[in-house]
């Protein structure tokens, strides 16, 4: 845990505020040394998914040329939404630092907490409506890739 | 709902097995009207979080140019992960409709049931490791977003 990288990821948060975006900041670091930086850009960029996190994620893996960023930390300014969180374990992180909590999110106008919340929900009982459908036909996809020898797996 | 639609995500997912990719495919509608499809990019694209659904959001949410997709509907040959629920709460896609469930994408290896399963636990009880520290810092960029009369919310 190195205190001036979260203060650095904070730093994006607000610098980013100023720049009409949302109060989000993310440092990717491997071994001590800062592999990628974001702030959020949803607004800007038109891009839902655009959260700090996955963008300095994406940036990551890029730099890298690997999408498994094992061996690697994320410092955060806020604790990361369930596409965050979500993001980090596909990613194979192995650490994160935040700050804010998501309830301080919530405080700010932010849905993570609702997110999350839904999250918990069986898919019957969630506000979402969602609906499953020709489950034996999508099935054929992973039978499509269980045959498939030189699969690579992630 | 239409099946064709359905069967069309699901049709993707197997081509994209064919092209090295993994099994999964999406498709974003607006009033029966094709706006956007993908297949998961992860190892081709070296992006952890080139999921079929993020692309597809993505991509519509560029070609609408905007990041509210309020009256798009999501088809996906599988029950989306939790990164990629995150994204469909974010975009404010109005349905999800998914063929396969996250129990068939765990028999085939992937990890969606245990990221899940990850989610719904307190953050000290995950496996993942995750540190929260100066919180009160953290809260400053969410001061500056609050006193921000023009902030753009999302």
Not at 57 to 75: F, S, V
Not at 129 to 146: C, I, Y
């Amino acid at each position: 845990m190195d205190k001036k990288l979260l203060k650095q990821a904070i730093e994006l948060a607000k610098a980013n505020v100023e720049d009409g975006g949302g109060p989000f900041g993310a440092i990717i670091v491997k071994e001590g040394v800062i592999i990628s930086s974001a702030a959020n850009k949803v607004t800007q960029k038109n891009d839902p998914t655009a959260h700090a996190e996955v963008l300095a994620i994406r940036q990551a893996a890029e730099k890298l040329g690997t999408w498994n960023l094992e061996g690697c930390e994320l410092y955060t300014s806020c604790e990361p939404c369930p596409m965050c969180m979500g993001a980090v374990y596909w990613a194979h992180l192995d650490k994160v630092y935040y700050a804010s909590g998501h309830e301080d999110a919530r405080k700010a106008g932010f849905d993570d907490s609702e997110i999350y919340s839904e999250m918990k929900k069986d898919v019957k009982d969630r506000k979402l409506s969602m609906h499953q459908e020709m489950r034996a036909e999508g099935n054929e996809a992973f039978a499509k890739w269980m045959e498939k020898v030189d699969r690579e797996e992630y």
